[in-house]
Protein backbone atom coordinates (compact mmCIF):
# COMPACT_ATOMS: atom_id res chain seq x y z
CA UNK A 1 0.00 0.00 0.00
CA UNK A 2 1.08 3.57 -0.34
CA UNK A 3 0.28 6.79 1.21
CA UNK A 4 0.80 10.65 2.11
CA UNK A 5 0.73 12.66 4.80
CA UNK A 6 0.77 16.25 5.10
CA UNK A 7 0.69 17.29 8.78
CA UNK A 8 -0.29 20.59 8.29
CA UNK A 9 -3.61 21.77 7.39
CA UNK A 10 -2.50 25.26 7.36
CA UNK A 11 0.60 27.03 6.71
CA UNK A 12 1.01 30.98 7.14
CA UNK A 13 3.93 32.66 5.72
CA UNK A 14 4.38 36.49 5.36
CA UNK A 15 5.16 38.15 1.97
CA UNK A 16 8.96 37.90 1.20
CA UNK A 17 9.83 35.16 3.72
CA UNK A 18 10.69 31.13 2.73
CA UNK A 19 8.08 28.63 2.74
CA UNK A 20 8.22 25.33 3.46
CA UNK A 21 5.06 22.81 2.94
CA UNK A 22 5.76 19.55 4.36
CA UNK A 23 4.83 16.34 2.92
CA UNK A 24 5.95 12.96 3.75
CA UNK A 25 5.13 9.66 2.10
CA UNK A 26 5.17 5.68 2.32
CA UNK A 27 5.68 3.11 -0.93
CA UNK A 28 6.91 -0.15 -0.99
CA UNK A 29 9.16 0.41 -4.23
CA UNK A 30 11.12 3.48 -5.58
CA UNK A 31 8.44 6.29 -5.24
CA UNK A 32 7.07 8.75 -8.12
CA UNK A 33 6.25 11.87 -6.06
CA UNK A 34 4.71 14.90 -7.02
CA UNK A 35 3.00 18.85 -5.72
CA UNK A 36 0.09 19.76 -7.25
CA UNK A 37 -1.44 23.00 -6.65
CA UNK A 38 -5.76 23.86 -6.50
CA UNK A 39 -6.15 28.05 -6.73
CA UNK A 40 -9.99 28.58 -5.39
CA UNK A 41 -12.77 27.30 -7.28
CA UNK A 42 -9.91 25.44 -10.19
CA UNK A 43 -8.47 22.11 -11.02
CA UNK A 44 -5.69 20.99 -9.67
CA UNK A 45 -1.96 22.22 -11.42
CA UNK A 46 0.65 20.04 -11.86
CA UNK A 47 3.71 21.88 -10.08
CA UNK A 48 6.78 18.75 -9.93
CA UNK A 49 8.25 15.77 -9.98
CA UNK A 50 10.56 13.48 -9.03
CA UNK A 51 11.48 10.37 -10.41
CA UNK A 52 14.81 9.71 -10.46
CA UNK A 53 18.58 11.66 -9.82
CA UNK A 54 18.71 14.98 -8.19
CA UNK A 55 17.28 14.89 -4.79
CA UNK A 56 16.14 18.75 -5.79
CA UNK A 57 13.66 19.19 -7.91
CA UNK A 58 12.39 22.98 -9.60
CA UNK A 59 9.34 22.97 -10.83
CA UNK A 60 6.86 25.92 -11.72
CA UNK A 61 6.63 29.42 -10.71
CA UNK A 62 9.63 29.18 -8.39
CA UNK A 63 8.86 26.54 -6.36
CA UNK A 64 11.55 23.22 -5.35
CA UNK A 65 11.08 20.10 -3.64
CA UNK A 66 13.63 17.57 -2.12
CA UNK A 67 13.71 14.16 -1.97
CA UNK A 68 14.63 12.76 1.55
CA UNK A 69 14.48 9.13 1.28
CA UNK A 70 16.04 8.10 4.58
CA UNK A 71 13.15 10.44 5.48
CA UNK A 72 10.92 9.44 3.31
CA UNK A 73 9.62 13.43 2.70
CA UNK A 74 9.58 15.75 -0.30
CA UNK A 75 8.87 18.72 1.10
CA UNK A 76 7.89 21.40 -0.89
CA UNK A 77 9.83 25.15 -0.82
CA UNK A 78 10.04 28.44 -2.04
CA UNK A 79 12.94 30.93 -1.19
CA UNK A 80 10.41 34.19 -1.25
CA UNK A 81 7.12 33.87 -1.00
CA UNK A 82 4.27 36.07 -3.26
CA UNK A 83 0.60 36.78 -1.95
CA UNK A 84 -0.59 35.18 -5.24
CA UNK A 85 1.12 31.08 -3.64
CA UNK A 86 -1.91 31.56 -1.32
CA UNK A 87 -3.27 28.22 -2.40
CA UNK A 88 -4.17 24.56 -1.75
CA UNK A 89 -1.20 22.12 -2.36
CA UNK A 90 -1.59 18.57 -2.76
CA UNK A 91 1.46 16.18 -2.61
CA UNK A 92 0.98 12.51 -4.07
CA UNK A 93 2.84 9.72 -4.72
CA UNK A 94 2.88 6.76 -7.12
CA UNK A 95 4.93 3.08 -6.57
CA UNK A 96 6.83 3.29 -9.77
CA UNK A 97 5.20 -0.45 -10.53
CA UNK A 98 2.13 0.82 -9.77
CA UNK A 99 -0.51 3.15 -11.97
CA UNK A 100 -2.67 4.45 -8.75
CA UNK A 101 -1.24 8.26 -7.84
CA UNK A 102 -2.60 8.86 -4.07
CA UNK A 103 -2.87 12.19 -3.16
CA UNK A 104 -2.49 13.84 0.46
CA UNK A 105 -4.67 15.91 2.35
CA UNK A 106 -3.63 19.02 1.22
CA UNK A 107 -2.34 21.79 2.93
CA UNK A 108 -3.56 25.36 2.42
CA UNK A 109 -0.99 28.17 2.17
CA UNK A 110 -1.67 31.47 3.17
CA UNK A 111 1.04 34.52 2.62
CA UNK A 112 0.14 37.86 4.42
CA UNK A 113 1.27 40.87 2.54
CA UNK B 1 0.75 18.43 -20.57
CA UNK B 2 -2.48 18.46 -22.25
CA UNK B 3 -5.69 20.55 -22.71
CA UNK B 4 -9.00 18.71 -20.78
CA UNK B 5 -12.24 20.72 -20.75
CA UNK B 6 -15.22 19.84 -18.23
CA UNK B 7 -18.81 20.70 -18.26
CA UNK B 8 -20.86 21.64 -16.59
CA UNK B 9 -18.78 23.71 -14.35
CA UNK B 10 -21.12 23.79 -11.58
CA UNK B 11 -24.48 22.46 -11.29
CA UNK B 12 -27.38 22.34 -8.32
CA UNK B 13 -29.30 19.19 -8.09
CA UNK B 14 -32.27 17.76 -6.72
CA UNK B 15 -31.74 14.72 -4.40
CA UNK B 16 -33.08 11.74 -6.51
CA UNK B 17 -32.18 12.47 -9.73
CA UNK B 18 -28.94 11.88 -11.88
CA UNK B 19 -26.23 14.58 -13.72
CA UNK B 20 -23.92 13.40 -16.67
CA UNK B 21 -20.30 15.22 -16.19
CA UNK B 22 -18.54 15.15 -19.79
CA UNK B 23 -14.75 15.32 -20.29
CA UNK B 24 -13.04 16.42 -23.38
CA UNK B 25 -9.10 16.00 -24.17
CA UNK B 26 -7.56 17.39 -26.72
CA UNK B 27 -5.17 14.66 -27.61
CA UNK B 28 -5.98 10.85 -27.45
CA UNK B 29 -4.92 8.62 -23.98
CA UNK B 30 -5.47 5.36 -23.06
CA UNK B 31 -6.63 5.84 -19.54
CA UNK B 32 -8.99 8.63 -18.18
CA UNK B 33 -9.52 9.06 -13.96
CA UNK B 34 -12.42 10.13 -12.49
CA UNK B 35 -11.89 11.81 -8.94
CA UNK B 36 -13.86 12.87 -6.12
CA UNK B 37 -12.71 15.84 -4.09
CA UNK B 38 -15.46 15.91 -0.64
CA UNK B 39 -15.54 19.11 0.92
CA UNK B 40 -11.98 20.05 2.63
CA UNK B 41 -11.03 17.38 1.63
CA UNK B 42 -8.46 15.24 -0.65
CA UNK B 43 -8.99 13.86 -3.60
CA UNK B 44 -10.54 9.82 -4.08
CA UNK B 45 -10.11 7.88 -7.04
CA UNK B 46 -13.79 6.69 -8.20
CA UNK B 47 -12.42 4.87 -11.47
CA UNK B 48 -10.20 4.58 -14.27
CA UNK B 49 -11.76 4.83 -17.81
CA UNK B 50 -10.39 2.45 -20.41
CA UNK B 51 -11.50 2.78 -23.84
CA UNK B 52 -13.06 -0.22 -25.34
CA UNK B 53 -13.25 -2.17 -22.12
CA UNK B 54 -15.41 -1.44 -18.80
CA UNK B 55 -14.13 1.50 -16.25
CA UNK B 56 -12.49 0.01 -13.21
CA UNK B 57 -13.89 1.18 -9.69
CA UNK B 58 -12.00 1.73 -6.71
CA UNK B 59 -13.21 0.39 -3.40
CA UNK B 60 -16.28 2.44 -2.24
CA UNK B 61 -17.50 3.01 -5.52
CA UNK B 62 -19.90 0.84 -8.19
CA UNK B 63 -21.30 0.80 -11.51
CA UNK B 64 -24.55 1.39 -10.17
CA UNK B 65 -23.88 4.63 -8.83
CA UNK B 66 -21.05 5.95 -10.77
CA UNK B 67 -21.37 4.83 -14.62
CA UNK B 68 -18.65 5.67 -17.17
CA UNK B 69 -18.69 6.12 -20.17
CA UNK B 70 -15.63 6.11 -22.63
CA UNK B 71 -16.52 6.30 -26.71
CA UNK B 72 -12.99 6.80 -27.91
CA UNK B 73 -9.92 8.09 -26.92
CA UNK B 74 -10.88 11.64 -26.41
CA UNK B 75 -14.17 11.53 -24.21
CA UNK B 76 -15.50 10.35 -21.42
CA UNK B 77 -18.41 11.01 -19.09
CA UNK B 78 -19.35 10.06 -15.70
CA UNK B 79 -23.34 9.90 -14.17
CA UNK B 80 -23.75 10.35 -10.54
CA UNK B 81 -27.37 8.53 -10.31
CA UNK B 82 -30.19 8.94 -7.52
CA UNK B 83 -28.12 11.78 -6.09
CA UNK B 84 -28.07 12.87 -2.36
CA UNK B 85 -26.70 15.63 -0.79
CA UNK B 86 -23.57 13.55 0.19
CA UNK B 87 -22.98 13.38 -3.24
CA UNK B 88 -22.01 17.17 -3.19
CA UNK B 89 -18.72 17.27 -4.10
CA UNK B 90 -16.30 18.50 -6.89
CA UNK B 91 -15.38 16.17 -9.68
CA UNK B 92 -12.17 16.17 -11.53
CA UNK B 93 -11.70 14.21 -14.63
CA UNK B 94 -7.78 13.70 -15.13
CA UNK B 95 -5.31 12.01 -17.63
CA UNK B 96 -1.81 10.77 -17.03
CA UNK B 97 1.48 12.31 -18.83
CA UNK B 98 1.95 10.26 -22.20
CA UNK B 99 5.96 10.05 -19.93
CA UNK B 100 4.45 7.69 -18.15
CA UNK B 101 5.99 8.80 -15.20
CA UNK B 102 2.87 9.42 -12.79
CA UNK B 103 1.84 13.26 -12.67
CA UNK B 104 -1.57 13.94 -13.97
CA UNK B 105 -3.54 16.40 -15.80
CA UNK B 106 -6.96 17.85 -14.76
CA UNK B 107 -9.94 19.49 -16.02
CA UNK B 108 -10.99 22.26 -14.09
CA UNK B 109 -13.94 20.15 -12.25
CA UNK B 110 -17.47 19.66 -11.92
CA UNK B 111 -18.71 21.18 -8.94
CA UNK B 112 -22.18 19.49 -8.05
CA UNK B 113 -24.47 20.44 -5.60
CA UNK B 114 -27.50 18.34 -4.06
CA UNK B 115 -30.27 19.78 -2.47
Known amino acids: AQSVAQPEDQVNVAEGNPLTVKCTYS??????LFWYVQYPNRGLQFLLKYITGDNLVKGSYGFEAEFNKSQTSFHLKKPSALVSDSALYFCAVRDKGYQKVTFGTGTKLQVIP | SAVISQKPSRDICQRGTSLTIQCQVD?????MFWYRQQPGQSLTLIAT?????????ESGFVIDKFPISRPNLTFSTLTVSNMSPEDSSIYLC????????????FGEGSRLTVL
Open chain 2, 27 to 31: SQVTM
Open chain 2, 94 to 105: SVASRANTGELF
Open chain 1, 27 to 32: VSGNPY
Open chain 2, 49 to 57: ANQGSEATY
